[in-house]
């Protein structure tokens, strides 16, 4: 019987489980090193040098692993991973795999590795994992899923990513397959590449040919021995193939293409060169640029609707039209694969609507949203010469996700008028609408019209057949609300439509518009459309110069695109777009907008002043300051005060600001604007004025006042005048003349517009509330006043008269509303107050005499910097801040953008000044504003302040000024930079064991200290006499680090270092410390074992913080704890080390004759197990004098005499001479002086001399015999 739990169990269990669940989820935090490790499946070796498992290290779901620093963790038997995280960023951990898999477990958590992934003989296959690091099987296939990968991705096998974005190179040799994702860097295989649905941005190299499938590349493309095709896509690279055909189907190729073999181009548009040494086949597809085929008549044909801009060779094509080599030298692509718009291509504005500017949305460039009521606009930043020019503008258009309407328009316009966006709606922001004006300087405006009310005779627009929905139309060029003439359109209902419904971008058509003034007199236009069958003619070709009233043809034209929707709606991009031409031109300088500071009311009889200002910028900070012409609305009454200067109503100025005057002769208003100028203005800007809409009112009598500009708290003379317009004349006359009139005033403020300081006239305070003040009008009409505002900023002045009884002029009301005055009162200068925490003397800094900058501020530190505008005190005050920051009042209302900060070294002499950061500040409104600039330089410095000249309201400068000493700054840190290199001691190959090894010429240990500020930047002035802090460091510790422990723990040094200084005090912020005298050597083995095998001698050398680190405390690292600098030696050429010996052979023979010892020197060497073998490479040893000992028998000291015979290529012998009849007996030959390194424990116990025994007058035996038989007769 089974039992069922009760309730209170069962939920108990679940519990249970759930918690058992949690945990398991939650993982484990592991640390290496460690005594152990659980994830190991097999014996395992944890310590900081080895870190390896002998079998398969598995982790756990949520496990965790970080080291207390980097290292690699080694399984023989591979990993698993659940949802892992591995290694920090400062202590990343390398997993290397011996065999087996590396690989994730489903169901694939997310999974981090912060370091490298290496298999040495399997496969490595990983879903959702992120590797910070590289990743590389030597033997076996990749296959990653959903990934990414910041290095390179490597191996011998095939490559599979799908959905993965690599940040490096990927290889493989057998083969690459690629799905989706991005590959940053270089893709290259021996095998076939194919990618499907991805962006390469680097070259791409596939010996067995390539296959893509809408996929996007920047980088040379090159297949060696294999066909290649490619459909759809985005190709802005060369295409290489060296043997065999190319395909190109559907795409958009910037680039040349070659090949040895056939091309097949179909549906494309490429924009570059072609050639091969074969057949080149076209169809429905347009080429920019020359075509060379095969050698023989036709080899180049199309068909469709194909069309070569360029010259083809041979020449005769079929059909023979094919080419046409005139037309265009330049094209300018733009893709918009990219997060912004940007500025140096294009100029964006919206008109109306909540969408705002175009920009790039989805790899596209975005138009307008579904809202209603949009109108934007995006001109391309070139020149396009209107005459002798052929322009084809092609792109993909996409209108989705709305109610259909209204649509883009295309434009030529003018370049030499500002371009301005008309109408929105079913104008398309081209033509005129209902008193809005259109397109300034539209000359062509091509619409992609969906709702159709571009071809509409409505909402005040000139001709056209009427509503045509789903159509391509074109109307003319006009100025304002007139002209904009329908020219030509398709029939309504084109098919297969211009926009889709739903939400998925489409529909994607390619149109193509041509614009042909390559014939005097005519400018032909054409607009076609590609569905995916090839191109097709919407608007056949006609000459737009025959459409009435059509302007003149400009000198250039400007491109732009319009987007619109009205009451309803769609989204619009465009894609892919390229514009090519004849020529195109850069555009050149630009001013960004104009501004005009100006009083909104103002009186016939006496022109308004306005102040145009040329801006280079939004906030116009920074001023254009070489000549300038603008050309501007009114287009008459406009007057300029020297320098500036007037032409009807074009003012040329320099300096970037103009003073000018507008007069108007009758009460009105009137409005200011720009037409044109010279830079051009950037397209669709608009000026700033100081009024809305741009406007200025007109009255015929009142109070004049003039009040100059000031300087804040200073007293300042000014005038009233009561006027009048002349009867007969525009001029202004006195209202009345010697008489005392009381005349109330009030004051506003302007810019800011609110403040606490009032105006002081004649001594009283003149607030919002009015002031009446008695004044003497002497026989001009004009009565003097004193001014002070003890503030900075705009400010508005109003005086207004009433004339009471008795006065002669009851009922007269005078004011001057008409003509507000405003003023600018700017700062005397800003006082720049240090940090109070500088309390130390720096007037005398010497490096070593003066206080460091306190609180731990190094070079390229911000600090606190106080700065505050102040007013007047006295003039001839130095703009020092001893002299601003006391008695100097404070000037709250000034605010100014981008006044310069630069620093000036006063310790140590001589030295660099150094860059401030940032280099401009902007001041703030406030009692004071909080600067944090930063230092780049070592020493003593002060800090100035400087306004951009004419930078101020009204074209005002304001001067700026210096702080008091500040620093002193030390390095943020020191950098070491070690460079050494062995050198081979037995030739040019290797050295032995116990030989010790030089360094290569001009390579010997050298340590390059530099000090750095805070980001790194060398800091010069560390260099110049005291100013250095840190001693001679010595000489570092060498250590090896060939990763097996017995040769490391042999390395030694010989020798004693003598150290040099090179570079001091010249002011480049470093210094060189070198060392020579001591040489370096691997001790011998007792005896030889596997470690013994030659191996490359690895060496670093160490050098301990504190000798890095300077009498200040600034030290080696990054800029925080200091560090020990370790480098490791180049093997450029570095040296291979091997254990060597001499082995000398034995020898015996008759006393008769002369003995020959064989003599061999050997090196130790992974052969039969390990095994001494001739060391032919051996060009070093010196053997020295053979000696004889331990002689035995009959033979004695003096019989027989030894002689080295030619040692060469590790092999030689030495020669005894006979020693004569009866002299039989044996001696041992050794040579006393040859190399330490060549002793060999011959006892098995200690190291001794090699040495050889020869035997006289002893018996040989019977010669060798191997087989004997009977002779056969």
Known sequence: MIMRPSGLLRNLLLSIAGMLIAAQAQGAAYTLPSASFAPCQGAGNWNQATNTCSGQIRFASGDTLTSSSALTLTANGGFTLRGNTIGTASNPITLQAAYNAIETIAPHAATIINGSVRNDSAAITLTNVTING??????????????????????????????????????????????????????????????????????????????????NFSGTITATNGASSFTGGTINADINGDCCKITISGAYVTGNISSANELEINNSTITGTISNDNRITFNNSTVYGNVTGGGWNNSISGTGSSKVYGTCTPSVTS??????????????????????????????????????????????LRLTDNTGNVATGATLQRLLPASGNFVQVQFKYYAYNGNGADGVAVIFSDASITPQPGGYGGSLGYAQLNGTSGFAGGWAGIALDEYGNFSNPTETRVGGPGLRQDSVSIRGSGSGTTGYRYAAGTAANLSPGIDVSGSTAGPGHTYRITLDSRVSGRTMVMVERNTGSGFT??????????????????????????????GSNNIHELDDLQVCATRINPIGAQIDHFEFSYSGTALTCNPQPVTIRACLNSSCSSLYTDPVSVTLNPASSW????????????????????????????????SLGVQSSVPATKPLSVPVCSTSGCQISYANSGLLLQVPNMLAAKPTAATLSAVRKADNALQCVPAFANVTRSVSFTSAYSNPSSGTQPVVVNGSNVGA??????????????????????????????????????????GLVLDNS??????????YGLCLQRPASITGDLSNCNGAGCAVFPGGIRAGDSFPLSIRAVGWQADGEALTAAQLCSGNITTPNFRHDGIKLTSAVVAPSGGDNGVVTPLNYNHALGNATLSNPAVSEVGVFTITATPPANGYLDGETVSGGSSDLVGRFIPAYLRAEGNASLTPSCGSAF???????????????????????????????????????????????????????????????????????????????????????????YKQALLPSVDDYPFDAKVEQRFPAASLTDADGACHGTGGACQDYVYTFSDQPGSEVRLGRLRIGNAHGSELQSLSLPLVVESWQNIAGGSFQREGMDTCTNLGTPALDMFTGNLALGETTPTLVGLSAGGGSVSLSAPGAGNDGSVQVSFPASPSWLQYPWDGANRQLARGLASFGIYRGAAPLIFRRELYR
């Open 134 to 215: 590289s990743l590389e099987t030597a033997s076996g296939s990749v296959t990653l899923t959903n990934s990414s990968v910041t290095g390179n991705v490597m191996g011998t096998g095939n490559g599979s990513l799908s959905n993965t974005n690599v940040g490096g190179n990927v290889s493989f040799r057998n083969g690459l397959s690629i799905t989706g994702g991005i590959l940053s860097g270089a893709a290259s295989t021996n095998g076939n590449a194919s990618f499907t649905n991805t962006s390469v941005i680097g070259a791409v190299t596939a010996t067995n040919g390539i296959t893509a499938s809408n996929s």
């Open 991 to 1081: 050295s032995y064991q116990g030989q010790p090894m030089g360094f290569s010429s001009g390579r010997q240990p050298t340590l390059t200290v530099t000090a750095r500020n805070r980001s790194g930047v060398v800091t010069r002035n560390y260099d110049r006499g005291a100013f250095w802090r840190l001693g001679a460091p010595a000489a570092g510790a060498y250590a090896s680090i060939t990763g097996i422990a017995t040769l490391d723990a042999r390395l030694a040094s010989d020798g004693t270092a003598t150290l040099a200084v090179a570079e001091a005090d010249n002011g480049d912020g470093k210094r060189i410390y070198s060392w020579t005298g001591e040489r370096l050597l």
């Open 818 to 827: 008409n003509t507000d005055d405003l003023f600018v009162s700017k700062p």
């Open 319 to 364: 059909p023979t039209t094919l080419c046409d080599s005139s037309p265009v030298t330049a094209c300018f692509t733009d893709n918009f694969d990219r997060a912004s718009l940007g500025t140096d291509n294009w100029a964006v504005t919206s008109r109306n609507g909540s969408f705002g500017v175009p920009r790039t949305v989805g790899n596209r």
């Open 537 to 566: 003619t919407l608007i056949p070709s006609f000459d737009i110069r025959t459409v009435t009233n059509q302007a003149s043809l400009p000198s250039d034209f400007f491109l732009s695109l319009t987007g619109s929707t009205g």
């Open 769 to 810: 509330a009015a002031v009446s003040l008695n004044l003497n009008f002497d026989a001009t009409g004009t009565a003097p006043l004193t001014v002070r505002y003890d503030d900075a900023g705009e400010m508005k002045l109003r005086a207004r008269y009433v004339g009471g009884a008795g006065s002669g002029d009851e």
């Open 639 to 670: 007057s300029a005060i020297a320098p500036a200067s007037v032409s009807g109503s074009t003012i040329t100025f320099t300096g970037g600001t103009a003073q000018v005057r507008l007069g108007r002769p009758t009460a009105g208003t009137v």
